[in-house]
């Protein structure tokens, strides 16, 4: 069964870049089944999708960060990860990785969650 | 645009069933969603996803006190036999193109 895990720093400064790791076990990243993404829920608020790689490396962005936001996949280490640059106070959050279905589009595995939180 | 809309609250009784539901938004009735839980102080767990014919595919080791089904624009989430650890956050999923959107939640309490 596949797992994803969240890694990087709790606090990020205001105007710097946040950046996050997913480690993926019991699954290869390589897999042509799925593609990989990362969500995020501000405090008391829902989820937003952030964006989604496929393995061929296509990328596709939420329009409302698509400036700031780049994923990226390392298929050496089994890890994708997510950097957001030029962070405020409105990227706080909980962030998760997760694995899409490719055919069918839904999210079938998530991880646990990292709380970012943007302060000097 | 697609645009999901769910109720921000619901309830029922312990042991009872609910029915939860997610609306997309006008010109879009076609689409599959699909249905997730948070629990609070953990990841989202997936639960299924709902075809617009009302056929559903659940995630591995979802009990089959969960359920889906359609009506035109709405994709629902039956939950039977509530028990208290179904106390959670309920979120619908869909995806159009390369884009996701989200809706808003529906958090249920068991009485």
């Known amino acids: 069964q596949v797992q994803l895990q969240e890694s990087g720093p709790g606090l990020v400064k205001p105007s710097e870049t946040l950046s996050l790791t997913c480690t993926v076990s019991?699954?290869?990243?390589?897999?042509?089944?799925?593609?990989w993404g990362w969500i995020r829920q501000p405090p008391g608020k829902g989820l937003e999708w952030i964006g989604s790689l496929y393995y061929s490396g296509s990328a596709y962005y939420n329009e409302s960060l698509e400036s700031r936001v780049t994923i990226s996949l390392d298929t050496s280490k089994n890890q994708f990860s997510l950097r957001l640059t030029s962070v405020t106070a409105a990227d706080m959050s909980v962030y998760y990785c997760a694995r899409f279905v490719a055919v069918a589009g839904q999210a079938d595995s998530w991880g646990q969650g990292t709380l970012v939180t943007v302060s000097a | 645009q697609l645009v999901l809309t769910q109720s921000p609250s619901a309830s029922a009784s312990l042991g009872a069933s609910v029915k939860l539901t997610c609306t997309l938004s006008s010109g879009h009735s076609s689409y599959a969603i699909a249905w997730h839980q948070k629990q609070p102080e953990k990841g989202p767990r997936y639960l299924m996803k709902v075809n617009s014919d009302g056929s559903h595919t659940k995630g591995d080791g979802i009990p089959d006190r969960f359920s889906g089904s359609s009506s035109g624009a709405e994709r629902y989430l039956t939950i039977s036999r509530l028990q208290s650890e179904d106390e959670a956050d309920y979120y619908c999923?869909?995806?159009?193109?390369?884009?996701?959107?989200f809706g808003g939640g529906t958090k249920l309490t068991v009485l």
């Open positions: 999923q869909a995806w159009g193109g390369a884009n996701h959107v």
């Open positions: 019991g699954g290869s990243i390589s897999s042509t089944s799925y593609y």
